[in-house]
């Protein structure tokens, strides 16, 4: 069964979920489950528009997550890199890997996802497929991310395997876990067999700033509402100034402040969308003292004022 997700909630721990919604702790790890125990693996649709100004927020998780476009263009961001994809192409997001994607253009975009557990590749612990093969790609700090698509002929096939596990996942028919678990172990297969280089120059360890990219990510997102300096977010990882701006260059790609102001944004038109908060509340509810800011800032990373976005959303999503 596919499941649409569109709704940012952040929680101190796991808990039920309806379908649509992305449980993010503050330090933006995902929460939400993925599939069953049994087999670890969700397949969803999903429609960037119906997020805050078509902008899925930074966020990372354990297991594996594939991706591809069903439809118009999107900017994803991964630790250390940025792609611009188009209908029919996809990447492969890597185990604990910081990653977000947005909307380019005004054609909207829609993807489809499989978020699964690297054991449903590897099988059993240390089993041949987990040492040699799934171990040295998750433990790969230099390949957050693989871009896959059709201009060569082994990111074209892993495409089409993706799609036969995602159409399989999705469909639930008897059987279906043989299906989904060969469309995936292809598409690993042929990751390694051509990214063998960058596997065996490798050190199995992530790359240095993860750990305080997160930790400031967990400090912005609890007090986003907060009057906050870089000396601020700087000092919630026990770094300089200085060192905080190469932290945020080298893996989001977006100065502290510029992140957290886009930040803000997303919150207040998500609550623009799906509440009927006055737009000056919000305005005060999102870290924004000043109504005229907020409107310019808005205006600056979504395209339209507040008013004109709750006029164009507000009621669809909340039919």
């Known amino acids: 069964m596919f499941l649409e997700r569109y709704e940012i909630i952040f929680a101190p721990e796991r808990r039920e979920v309806t379908g649509h919604e992305i449980i993010l702790a503050p330090d933006s790890r995902e929460l939400?489950?993925?599939?069953t125990p049994m087999f670890p693996c969700g397949a969803y649709i999903v429609d960037l528009s119906r997020f805050g100004g078509g902008i899925l927020p930074w966020h990372w998780h354990e297991e594996i997550e594939v991706l591809t476009l069903r439809s118009g263009a999107a900017r994803i961001g991964l630790h250390g890199m940025e792609l611009d994809l188009k209908k029919g192409e996809g990447v492969f997001v890597n185990s604990n890997v910081l990653h977000s994607a947005e909307i380019v253009g005004g054609d909207g975009c829609v993807l489809n996802a499989l978020v699964f557990h690297p054991e449903i590749v590897s099988g059993a612990a240390g089993s041949v497929f987990q040492q040699r093969y799934v171990r040295p790609l998750i433990s790969c700090?230099?390949?957050?991310?693989?871009?896959?698509?059709?201009?060569?002929?082994?990111?074209?096939?892993?495409?089409?395997?993706?799609?036969?596990?995602?159409?399989?996942c999705g469909a639930e028919k008897f059987g279906y876990e043989f299906a989904v678990r060969e469309g995936l172990s292809r598409v690993w297969l042929l990751i390694v067999q051509n990214m063998r280089a960058a596997l065996e120059r490798e050190k199995l360890e992530q790359p240095a700033n993860t750990g305080r990219i997160k930790a400031m990510l967990d400090y912005l997102h609890r007090h986003y509402r907060e009057p906050l300096t870089l000396r601020d977010i700087a000092a919630t990882a026990n770094v300089s100034e200085r060192e905080c701006l190469r932290c945020f260059a080298e893996a989001i790609g977006t100065p502290p402040m510029r992140y957290l102001l886009k930040y803000r944004v997303s919150v207040s038109a998500h609550l623009l969308a799906e509440t009927d908060t006055p737009i000056a509340e919000i305005c005060g509810l999102t870290g924004f003292d000043d109504p005229s800011y907020f409107s310019k800032s808005f205006k600056r990373f979504i395209g339209v004022t507040p008013s004109g976005y709750r006029k164009k959303y507000g009621a669809d999503i909340r039919e």
Not at 32 to 35: A, E, M, R, V
Not at 153 to 166: C, D, M, P, S
Request: glycine letters at 12%; charged letters at 30%.
């Open 32 to 35: 939400s489950g993925h599939g």
């Open 141 to 168: 700090g230099s390949l957050t991310g693989i871009p896959l698509r059709s201009e060569n002929a082994w990111e074209r096939e892993a495409l089409e395997a993706f799609k036969k596990a995602h159409d399989a």
